[in-house]
């Protein structure tokens, strides 16, 4: 994987994930790249190619399922996993339907986090709750 996509409104978590993709993946991304909202991941995935997003659930305006779904019909190639505070199961199954391949929870701590992501990097669905 070698350019990634994180769509958090939250600046924090935006540098936190950061930190954990580089640190997750055995090789450096050439990019990170970040968005706050729907418009701004959309207008990313239009203008270059991402192998993984990393989508929060809840963005101002929409939801990270949204998202998911648009970019299974125009951007296919790119992996996406849902990263969320809540760990509703229901959520998890609608976010796999819509074309997620995992879902990772914010509030877990960063070792897990690294290990769900290097999951992911070697093809597995990998859930964190």
């Not at 995992?102 to 070792?111: A, E, Q």
Request: glycine share 6%; proline share 2%.
């Amino acid at each position: 994987m070698s350019s990634i996509l994180i769509v958090d409104d939250d600046a924090a978590t935006q540098v936190r994930l950061a930190g954990l993709v580089r640190e997750a993946l055995d090789e450096a991304p050439a990019s990170v790249r970040t968005a706050a909202d729907l418009g701004q991941a959309r207008a990313l995935l239009e203008a270059e190619r991402f192998d993984l997003a990393l989508v929060d659930m809840q963005l101002p305006d929409g939801n990270g399922i949204e998202l998911i779904g648009w970019i299974q019909s125009h951007a296919p190639q790119v992996q996406s996993v849902i990263v969320s505070a809540y760990a509703e199961e229901q959520l998890t199954f609608t976010a796999l339907r819509a074309g997620a391949i995992g879902y990772l929870m914010k509030d877990r701590d960063d070792v897990e986090l690294v290990v769900a992501l290097r999951s992911l990097q070697r093809g597995g669905a990998r859930s964190t709750r």
